[in-house]
């Protein structure tokens, strides 16, 4: 009888130990502040073999305005003008300014970007001329209609601001254009 007593007693230690080895394991990766899920992560970024799969990023305006995570590659292609509810949420202007010892400035390579804010909540970078960034008023819900990242219309209750691409083509500079 002492044998099988002997071989319950066993199981019972043995499961004892698995269930102890099972939380603390769960107690050192459970939380994000532990020092072992820590050292774990940074030995894990520091891994030779995964630097070799990252592609070398430059220098993303966008994020640096916005903060978003995801680089945006330009949207410049042929695609049919799109219509979406949106709302104005930031307003994004580059302007070299210069001037002369005569005092007269002048303004090079002006770049007016505005950012909307989808229903879905998506984020959309659009292109505009500077007679369309001034126009567009904040925090008004409206239909965007655009190409690409291209302004063509954005119609608001209170008014419409519609891109004049004359002035469009001819404020942007060459490099900007697709």
Same mark, same amino acid.
């Given at each position: 009888?002492?044998?099988?007593?002997?071989?319950?007693?066993?199981?019972?230690?043995?499961?004892?130990?698995? @269930?102890?080895?099972?939380?603390?394991?769960?107690?050192?990766?459970?939380?994000?502040?532990?020092?072992?899920?820590?050292?774990?992560?940074?030995?894990?970024?520091?891994?030779?073999?995964?630097?070799?799969?990252?592609?070398?990023?430059?220098?993303?305006?966008?994020?640096?305005?916005?903060?978003?995570?995801?680089?945006?590659?330009?949207?410049?292609?042929?695609?049919?003008?799109?219509?979406?509810?949106?709302?104005?949420?930031?307003?994004?202007?580059?302007?070299?300014?210069?001037?002369?010892?005569?005092?007269?400035?002048?303004?090079?390579?002006?770049?007016?970007?505005?950012?909307?804010?989808?229903?879905? !909540?998506?984020?959309?970078?659009? @292109?505009?001329?500077?007679?369309?960034?001034?126009?567009?008023?904040?925090?008004?819900? !409206?239909?965007?209609?655009?190409?690409?990242?291209?302004?063509?219309?954005?119609?608001?209750?209170?008014?419409? @601001?519609?891109?004049?691409?004359?002035?469009?083509?001819?404020?942007?500079?060459?490099?900007?254009?697709?």
């Amino acid at each position: 009888m002492t044998g099988r007593f002997g071989n319950a007693i066993d199981n019972f230690l043995i499961i004892m130990v698995a @269930v102890a080895v099972v939380l603390l394991l769960v107690v050192m990766l459970g939380s994000r502040q532990s020092p072992f899920r820590q050292k774990l992560s940074r030995l894990l970024v520091q891994n030779p073999n995964t630097a070799d799969k990252r592609q070398p990023l430059e220098f993303n305006r966008e994020y640096y305005i916005t903060g978003e995570r995801a680089m945006r590659r330009p949207n410049r292609g042929k695609n049919p003008p799109r219509t979406v509810i949106a709302v104005l949420v930031q307003k994004v202007d580059e302007r070299r300014r210069t001037m002369d010892p005569s005092g007269t400035l002048k303004l090079y390579n002006e770049y007016y970007e505005l950012i909307f804010k989808t229903r879905k !909540g998506d984020v959309l970078h659009i @292109v505009t001329s500077k007679k369309a960034y001034i126009e567009t008023p904040f925090h008004q819900q !409206g239909q965007l209609t655009f190409q690409g990242d291209r302004l063509i219309r954005f119609q608001y209750p209170e008014g419409e @601001v519609t891109e004049d691409e004359a002035a469009f083509t001819s404020m942007m500079p060459a490099v900007r254009r697709g």
